[in-house]
């Protein structure tokens, strides 16, 4: 089955620890994205790469750092230079484009539930 | 700053009435509009785009309707039914087809 594939679900870690998730698609997309979504707040971009080698940083990238090697894949560090980084973490992918026949449809990721204790 | 308002965070509805959802967006001028379904510890699921020289899209029971000079777009749910039931999100794009910010969200509880 195509889909976007993200672990751990659930993480905790200690303050002042790097944390990686991780990131695959297997539905031969050119775009992927992390959204950190908190209590009460909608989606907010981190970062966002549209082909392989290359990404562009969203609202809230500081303390957040990405790698592009490979087209299916699209890890995210939360360093611990991120002061608040207790949250709910969603991977997407899209194929590129919004014209006639593309919705721009994002496909998400079952999420990753990361604690800071 | 980019700012989007979704009406309320929660709208409570019987079940076959229609339930209408807005999303008002200020400091921003989006191409595109997305709304998604979102159920509770999952990812969201896209429902429907439009587009900014669209006034109105339909699917099945979903309809929106996108007014660039009030910046709003309405999310309509006819029949409503408790498979409804979830916190729907809309998603202003940008000209390059990205979603920069998603709002809040509005939780919606159909109730037999």
């Known amino acids: 089955d195509g889909g976007i594939t993200q672990s751990p679900k659930y993480l905790f870690r200690k303050e002042g620890q790097n944390v990686t998730l991780s990131c695959e698609q297997n539905?031969?997309?050119?775009?992927m994205y992390w959204y950190r979504q908190d209590p009460g707040q909608g989606l907010r971009l981190i970062y966002y790469?549209?082909?392989?080698?290359?990404?562009q940083k969203g609202d809230i990238a500081e303390g957040y750092s990405v790698s592009r090697e490979k087209k299916e894949s699209f890890p995210l560090t939360v360093t611990s230079a991120q002061k608040n980084p207790t949250a709910f973490y969603l991977c997407?992918?899209?194929?590129?484009?919004?014209?006639?026949?593309?919705?721009?449809?994002?496909?998400f990721g079952e999420g990753s539930r990361l604690t800071v204790l | 700053s980019q700012k989007i308002e979704q009406n309320s965070e929660a709208l409570n509805i019987q079940e076959g009435k229609t339930a209408t959802l807005t999303c008002n967006y200020t400091?921003?001028?989006?191409?595109?509009l997305q709304w998604y379904r979102q159920d509770p510890g999952r990812g969201p699921v896209f429902l429907l785009l439009?587009?900014?020289?669209?006034k109105e899209k339909r699917k099945e029971r979903l309809k929106v309707t996108f007014d660039t000079t009030l910046k709003q777009s309405l999310f309509h749910i006819t029949a409503s039914q408790p498979a409804d039931s979830a916190t729907y999100l809309c998603?202003?794009?940008?000209?390059?087809?990205?979603?920069?910010?998603f709002g809040k969200g509005t939780t919606l509880s159909v109730s037999s």
């Open positions: 997407a992918s899209s194929s590129s484009g919004t014209g006639d026949t593309n919705t721009g449809e994002l496909f």
């Open positions: 790469s549209q082909i392989v080698n290359d990404f």
């Open positions: 539905l031969n997309h050119d775009a």
């Open positions: 998603a202003p794009l940008n000209q390059a087809g990205t979603a920069l910010i």
């Open positions: 439009i587009r900014e020289n669209e």
């Open positions: 400091n921003y001028s989006p191409a595109y």
